[in-house]
């Protein structure tokens, strides 16, 4: 058998593998969405303008839950990731971006997560457990009276991490009166991860618990307003 012969074999056995792998993840992300809707009791849909990514409406302790699971191809690299967001009951900003020692540059409309900011921010002190970060709010007295509260400190606290350059991240983040939490792609190896959660489903209900905290304390604080 001549070599030209062997290296085309041998081309299509890595191709099939390839393939065979790629069914398999994808198999494995629709298993995952299915279990989430049973055990949330979700509505599945796709997301508008988004190729082969999802959206789960439901309803968790009478809290409005959006589930977002996101494919991105980027020089035809497959990579996925995730959000959990529940609308609150004030519409404002809390905004984590990082320290940079002796210096006032920042960018007041974007999150350490990506989100867009509508309005004007203001720099608030930051907690103890927060002084790697600048924190930013278009309605300060909210954000003050929200960190008061060491419960939600500690919950904000759980979602800090650095990437590889020893950058500062924050998954959880308030953007225009929405609670976001950031599932993050397995290339970036940070916390926490989306492939963390396909392999475990009932993780997410963890998670749910957490963003309550923080939802039920803002709509305490938005009584009093």
Do not use: C
């Amino acid at each position: 058998m001549s070599p030209i012969v062997i290296l085309i074999i041998a081309a299509l056995v890595v191709g099939i593998i390839y393939l065979s792998n790629d069914l398999e993840k994808k198999d494995e992300r629709q298993k995952h969405l299915r279990a989430l809707v049973k055990l949330l009791d979700a509505e599945m849909e796709e997301i508008p303008g988004r190729k082969n990514s999802f959206a789960l409406r439901f309803s968790y302790r009478k809290a409005p839950f959006l589930y977002e699971d996101i494919e991105e191809v980027i020089f035809d690299k497959t990579s996925y990731r995730a959000f959990l967001r529940v609308q609150l009951p004030v519409n404002f900003n809390i905004i984590f971006t990082e320290d940079f020692k002796g210096s006032s540059f920042r960018s007041a409309h974007v999150s350490l997560s990506g989100g867009m900011v509508s309005g004007d921010t203001n720099q608030i002190e930051s907690p103890r457990a927060f002084k790697e970060f600048q924190i930013f709010s278009n309605k300060p007295r909210v954000a003050k009276d929200l960190f008061d509260d060491e419960a939600v400190v500690r919950i904000f606290a759980k979602y800090k991490s650095k990437d590889l350059r020893g950058k500062p991240e924050m998954a959880l983040e308030i953007v225009d009166g929405t609670l976001i939490l950031k599932f993050y792609s397995l290339g970036q190896q940070l916390e926490p991860s989306i492939f963390d959660l396909r392999h475990n489903t009932s993780l997410i209900e963890d998670f749910l618990e957490d963003m309550l905290v923080v939802y039920r304390q803002v709509k305490k604080i938005s009584e009093s307003l």
